[in-house]
């Protein structure tokens, strides 16, 4: 299976999901979207598949610094242009596997997806 987890290193929870994925040998490909950005056909799939209200990450703080005018203007258009521009407000991690596109990381869920 092909595994490619978009995310930012640092990130508590990428740490944990790397972890999860090692302990259970399970390889992947880590995309550190800060340094690589994200492709344009993996942001428009996550959107089109997942919903562009869960793909944004509104608790961050990249989110809580846009203006109210570029909140109120978020719709399925407008978020893979933000989130080009922005990918720090994509929610942690981003897993892209044969299976389909994955959002967020809690063991039990990553039990479903590979066991």
Same mark, same amino acid.
């Given at each position: 299976?092909?595994?490619?987890?978009?995310? !930012?290193?640092?990130?508590? /929870?990428?740490?944990?999901?790397k972890t999860w994925l090692t302990q259970h040998?399970? &390889?992947?490909?880590?995309h550190d979207y800060r340094k690589q950005g994200v492709?344009?056909?993996?942001?428009?799939?996550?959107?089109?598949?997942?919903g562009w209200e869960n793909? !944004?990450?509104?608790?961050? /703080?990249?989110y809580r610094q846009l203006s109210d005018e570029q909140?109120?203007?978020? &719709?399925?258009d407008t978020a893979v242009t933000l989130i080009t521009e922005h990918p720090a407000m994509i929610k942690r991690p981003l897993l892209v596997t044969?299976?389909?596109?994955?959002?967020?990381f809690k063991p039990a869920q990553y039990e479903e997806i590979f066991c």
């Open positions: 299976m092909t595994v490619v987890m978009y995310g !930012i290193p640092n990130c508590d /929870t990428i740490k944990k999901a040998d399970i &390889s992947f490909t880590f492709p344009q056909d993996v942001l428009t799939s996550a959107v089109s598949e997942l793909v !944004i990450n509104k608790r961050g /703080t990249t909140k109120e203007q978020l &719709s399925a044969d299976n389909g596109m994955h959002l967020g």
